[in-house]
């Protein structure tokens, strides 16, 4: 059975960094499918944060750009998102994602990224 755990939310102040970690258990990341994290506000359709897509690029929502860095590192199997300079607007679940197919900005929109697994999600709370 296939579960991706997320760690590393938490409640920070606006400006504030936190690095957020998915390990998976019963799966390796594998470079020929998309894995990356969303976000879901309460009331709001989840939204595409950052992926690795399937030609191993990187796709980041305008709204982080600069911000926000996904990375992977193979021998930990382990997924990272970095997120500095954090704002009020990043308040949300954030969920980690695996076993997409998918390239370019496509990897951002959950039905079209046809991801196989999900996260239970970990929390981010940025206050101003």
């Known amino acids: 059975q296939v579960r991706l755990v997320e760690s590393g939310g938490g409640s920070v102040q606006s400006g504030g960094s936190l690095r957020l970690s998915c390990t998976p258990s019963g799966y390796t990341f594998r470079r020929t499918y998309s894995r990356g994290w969303f976000r879901q506000v309460p009331g709001k359709e989840r939204e595409g944060v950052a992926v690795?897509?399937?030609?191993?690029?990187?796709n980041y929502a305008d709204s982080v750009k600069g911000r926000f860095t996904i990375s992977q590192d193979n021998v930990k199997n382990t997924l990272y998102l970095q997120m500095n300079s954090l704002e009020s607007d990043d308040t949300a679940m954030y969920y980690c994602v695996a076993e997409g197919f998918c390239s370019g900005s496509r990897c951002l929109d959950p039905l079209a990224g046809s991801f196989a697994y999900w996260g239970q999600g970990t929390q981010v709370t940025v206050s101003s």
């Open positions: 690795i897509d399937t030609d191993g690029n990187t």
